[in-house]
């Protein structure tokens, strides 16, 4: 499993990397600074730390709700645990943090010391070796297992940082867990002339996060279609995209283009925090496409306001991202059908 964490890493823009040239006696002293920093890899970043709590059902329950995942296989007496819950059972809640080791702290601390003070998580990548079950008490240790070279990125210039946690039961080893960080020097933001109003532009709007499991639903929008997951086991119909059928398991799928009819299911309305690139409020629909399944997107053509559960509505795509820098991109987006009638009933 990969996944994208943190805001900043799902605007993508820690994901551009390059190598910043070093010239002369800057690039001596950035060798000694990288040495420093590479006698850190292997070293522990936390010892021996058991679980808060034993694998146990109400936690799996809980996660199975909250994700909508009603696999069987994590419910009932030969239960196991999601294997996406790994993480779950190392973390020490929110009260009661606990700290790296003695070498984690210095690392970070020798990064900080260097202006290397912010941080950012890129990734985590998780190995699943055996099976968690209600009742397995799991042990962790971490290890700092690489500081790569100087990168300059979007965000700015750093070193990432990649830890792995290996999780056990008893001496077997369950599964591992490794977590990238940037630590960076942030890029400081031009301000306008002395005398001048700012002219910066507005942010553009975040680029959809795109992996392994979901890019041909994004080449379908690039296209301006819009692709249902199908199951060619079952045939069941899925959506957000997933490498796995949650009715018969199937990992074989096709697609069905969708008619773009749909109504909003549900939908929230933004007010804060605003973020740069949108106009606060806006209505964001959970809608329920006639083919059955539900996604998300904006709702246009009607006042934030005037947006109803039940509110028909038809698929539109809108282009983003047309400016200098951005090659353009595309999004589906959904038109209110009722607007005139809806209006005409208020006033
Ligand atoms: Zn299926």
């Known amino acids: 499993m990969r996944c994208a964490v943190g ?55 809980h996660w199975c709700e909250a ?42 601390g020798l990064l900080d010391d260097a202006g290397y003070t912010s941080v950012v998580a890129t990734d985590c990548d998780q190995e699943y070796l055996r099976p968690l079950r209600p009742g397995d008490e799991i042990t962790f240790d971490s290890v700092i297992e690489s500081v790569s070279e100087k990168k300059t990125t979007k965000l700015g210039t750093g070193y990432f940082v990649t830890t792995r946690m290996n999780i056990r039961v008893g001496t077997d080893l369950a599964g591992t867990h490794r977590f990238r960080i940037l630590k960076y020097a942030p890029i400081r933001r031009e301000a306008g002339r002395e005398g001048e109003p700012d002219r910066r532009k507005k942010p553009s709007r975040p680029r959809p996060v795109v992996n392994r499991d979901n890019a041909a639903f994004w080449e379908g929008v690039q296209r301006r279609s819009l692709l249902i997951q199908r199951c060619t086991g079952c045939g ?18 096709d697609s069905v283009e969708a008619s773009g009819e749909g109504t909003v299911y549900s939908y929230v309305v933004m007010h ?20 059955g399944v539900r996604m998300i997107g904006n709702v246009v053509g009607v006042p934030y306001d005037k947006v109803r559960i039940g509110l028909p509505v038809r698929l539109e795509f809108q282009e983003y991202g047309l400016q200098e820098r951005d090659e353009g991109w595309v999004l589906p987006v959904w038109r209110a059908q009722e607007a005139q009638q809806m209006q005409e009933v208020v006033a």
């Open 7 to 61: 805001d900043e890493a799902d605007e993508s823009e820690g994901a551009t990397v390059s190598y910043e040239p070093v010239v002369g006696h800057e690039a001596e002293a950035s060798d000694e600074f990288e040495t420093r920093l590479k006698v850190y890899e292997g070293q522990r970043a936390a010892v021996a730390r058991a679980g808060k709590d034993p694998v146990n059902a109400p936690m799996i329950r």
């Open 67 to 108: 994700m909508g995942d009603t696999n069987p296989a994590y419910s009932g007496p030969d239960a196991i645990a999601p294997p996406t819950m790994l993480q779950a059972w190392t973390m020490s809640g929110l009260s009661g943090h606990t700290r790296g080791t003695h070498a984690y702290d210095e690392l970070l």
């Open 236 to 253: 069941t119909l899925r959506h957000p995209w997933l490498p796995g059928c949650n009715a018969c398991g199937g990992l074989d799928w």
């Open 272 to 291: 804060h925090p605003p973020f740069p690139a949108f106009d606060p409020p806006y209505a964001v629909g959970l809608i329920e496409l006639t083919e």
